[in-house]
Structure formats: structure tokens, C-alpha cells
């Protein structure tokens, strides 16, 4: 193959992944934007998870025990949620324990998102949903 048509299908290439990249970025996470936590790893979310974007990029919410808040940043094409603190109150019932558990490691693994049917899903590197949203007051 020519070199010119290597370099064609290469611009090609990246021109895509900009467009993707725009369509799964944290742009679609702007400040005033509340949602409800439908799915965690693909398994319906207790009832009262939410997640709030604030001004500067910071989102808060409650996880299915405790309230939390972190960074939304993107660098690179990448979006992730650092600086994750969380309130330490108990959690007597064990499902919601465990989701909990889930619901922290799955912010963690962020690194995309994307339009789904419902809202938007927060995906890891590997593209698998690790957050659901739903719109708040839509769920």
C-alpha cells in the first residue's frame, strides 16, 4: 500500500476517534446536572443513589450509605473521577453494603461515557458500563 493512502486511512482513523471521543467525554456531564443511579455493574442500584455535577467539575451525591463527592477531569480523550471522598456512616443492610462497595470501585474505574437508551453510561477502559444515569426524577 502507498504511503499517502497509510497516512489517508490514519487521518481517517483519528478523525473518527475525535468524533467518538466527543460523543463519549465529560462534556455530557455539565454543571447543574442531576441523575439518579440506575444500574450499578449492570445490577439495578439501590433506591437514593444519586450523582450532582457542580460547577468546576465537582460531582457529589449519595452512594447507597453515604454521601460522597470527587473531581470530574478529562485528559487525553480520558475522563475519570478522582479525589473521591466518602462519609464512613454504617450500613446495616448487607445488599446495600455490597453496593456500596461496588458503587466506590466502579467510580473509580471511570474512564468514558456514553448516550445510552435511558441516559448515559459510565464506562471503564475496557467500554463496559460501570455506572447507569438516568435524569433525575426519570428513574
Not at 88 to 103: G, H, I, Q, S, Y
Not at 127 to 139: F, Q, T, Y
Request: glycine share 14%; proline share 5%.
Amino acid at each position: 500500500m502507498p504511503v499517502s493512502r497509510s497516512l489517508a486511512l490514519a487521518i481517517v482513523a483519528a478523525l473518527a476517534a475525535c468524533q467518538d471521543a466527543g460523543k463519549r467525554s465529560a462534556s455530557m456531564l455539565r454543571p447543574g446536572d442531576n441523575f439518579t443511579v440506575a444500574r450499578i455493574d449492570g445490577a439495578p442500584a439501590p433506591a437514593g443513589v444519586t450523582l450532582e455535577v457542580g460547577e468546576g467539575g465537582r460531582v457529589t451525591g449519595r452512594a447507597p450509605c453515604n454521601r460522597y463527592s470527587g473531581q470530574l477531569t478529562e485528559s487525553g480523550g480520558a475522563m475519570a473521577i478522582s479525589g473521591t471522598v466518602m462519609t464512613r456512616m454504617a450500613c446495616a443492610e448487607a445488599d446495600r453494603n455490597l453496593a456500596e462497595t461496588r458503587f466506590g470501585n466502579a467510580l473509580g474505574s471511570i474512564t468514558a461515557a456514553r448516550r445510552t437508551g435511558d441516559g448515559i453510561a459510565l464506562v471503564d477502559p475496557e467500554g463496559k458500563e460501570r455506572i447507569g444515569l438516568v435524569p433525575a426524577g426519570e428513574s
